[in-house]
């Protein structure tokens, strides 16, 4: 089993930064790809940025030049920097992973998630 865990939330002033963590640990082979989601009170899930196996990396146009994902390999755990925070960053944070993992029959990606993280940016 796979277990993703996160950190880093919490309540900043607009203009402000944080910094979130998700590890993954258990049973895994390698990772791919490695993605942040989020989900606000009153909008849809959407990816804000992801990195693959590369480390290249793509972000949501509302957070580009603001955010910055990154990985380290070793440790299977992913960050997710946010500077210059606004209001409208407010969100539920969740990581999300594609995990190779081994079977009797074969080598299976999976997708995994964590419990999510609370951002609040308020003043």
């Known amino acids: 089993q796979v277990q993703l865990v996160e950190s880093g939330g919490g309540l900043v002033q607009p203009g402000g930064s944080l910094r979130l963590s998700c590890e993954a640990s258990?049973?895994?082979?390698?990772?791919?790809?490695m993605n942040w989601y989020r989900q606000g009170p009153e909008t849809k899930r959407e990816l804000v940025a992801s990195?693959?196996?590369?480390?290249?990396?793509n972000y949501l146009d509302s957070v580009e030049g603001r955010f910055t994902i990154s990985r380290d390999k070793a440790k299977h755990t992913v960050y997710l920097q946010m500077d210059s925070l606004k209001p409208e960053d407010t969100a539920v944070y969740l990581c999300?992973?594609?995990?190779?993992?081994?079977?009797?029959?074969?080598?299976?990606?999976?997708?995994?998630w964590g419990q999510g993280t609370q951002v609040t940016v308020s003043s």
């Open positions: 999300n992973m594609a995990v190779v993992i081994e079977t009797p029959d074969a080598y299976y990606e999976r997708h995994y």
């Open positions: 258990g049973a895994i082979v390698s990772i791919n790809d």
């Open positions: 990195i693959n196996r590369e480390d290249g990396t």
